[in-house]
């Protein structure tokens, strides 16, 4: 376990499912953690689990205005910043049985939502030549095409094209962008998808669950803690040769 101590890192979504993983990774490793979110219950539920100090300040990251109010909240409690993890989006259909085309929605939240994490992560930057890391929780199907889900699939992969531009953007503030790009893991977004596609199938739960898995080669899902891992990995000494990359942890569901 790498030691972040005298570290301040952010984490958007921070209050479920991998941004909680990820939030009390990086706090057992010592880092003071910034925890961004849209439900304060659940966010502070996360700080009593922490290991060390945490300062929760919640915010819409598609609320611009907002979100950059919460990062000005955590610079003075926690101090200049280290590390930011963009996790934070929503998922599901844009074109739903019935109501509205979200896909305003889900591309604000997903792409607009992790340029604005960036951005207000750069300007709270700490000093000095060591390395920073922004990394961005996108999914693997920024790798493929998925029918029913455009506009996730879209900004997703336009997160990848984010994090290429801005890697090349911020390289001489030492900062360090990349990208994880998980297959299924094991979360409440995942088990009301897999949910959302037995209905349409007229399979139950369980047994989406088991033909989904069945279309991967390792026949398993990720566990939040899996990602956990990686951006602990790319935060610590060996990640320091990654930027404008995209790690894909997905048990072979794209291979590149």
């Known amino acids: 376990m790498q030691d972040l101590s005298g570290r301040v890192a952010v984490v958007t979504g921070a209050?479920?499912?991998?941004?909680?993983?990820i939030a009390l990774r990086l706090s057992?490793?010592?880092?003071?953690?910034?925890?961004?979110?849209?439900?304060?219950?659940?966010?502070?539920?996360?700080?009593?689990?922490?290991k060390g100090k945490t300062c929760v300040a919640p915010a819409d990251v598609a609320d611009r205005s907002a979100l950059d109010a919460a990062f000005t909240t955590l610079r003075a409690q926690l101090g200049p910043m280290h590390a930011v993890v963009a996790n934070a989006g929503i998922g599901g259909p844009n074109l739903p049985d019935a109501g509205e085309d979200r896909w305003h929605e889900i591309v604000r939240t997903n792409l607009d939502g992790a340029y604005f994490t960036l951005r207000a992560f750069e300007r709270h930057l700490a000093a000095g030549d060591e390395p920073k890391h922004a990394?961005?929780?996108?999914s693997c199907v920024a790798r493929f095409g998925v029918p029913g889900i455009s506009a996730y699939s879209a900004a997703k992969a336009g997160q990848l094209g984010l994090v290429r531009?801005?890697?090349?953007?911020?390289?001489?503030?030492?900062v360090r962008v990349n990208a994880i790009c998980p297959g299924w893991v094991e979360t409440s977004m995942a088990e009301e998808r897999m949910t959302e596609l037995g209905s349409t199938a007229a399979r139950s739960y369980a047994e989406m669950r088991q033909q989904l898995l069945g279309?991967?080669?390792l026949q398993r899902i990720s566990e939040p803690e899996e990602i956990a891992?990686?951006?602990?990995?790319l935060i610590s000494p060996a990640g320091v040769g990654f930027t404008g990359q995209a790690l894909d942890p997905n048990n072979g569901a794209w291979m590149g």
């Open 15 to 21: 209050g479920s499912g991998i941004g909680r993983a």
């Open 28 to 50: 057992e490793c010592g880092a003071r953690v910034g925890l961004i979110g849209r439900t304060t219950e659940t966010l502070l539920s996360v700080a009593g689990e922490a």
């Open 215 to 217: 279309e991967v080669p």
């Open 229 to 233: 891992g990686l951006v602990e990995f």
């Open 135 to 138: 990394i961005v929780i996108s």
């Open 165 to 174: 531009s801005l890697a090349a953007e911020l390289a001489p503030k030492e």
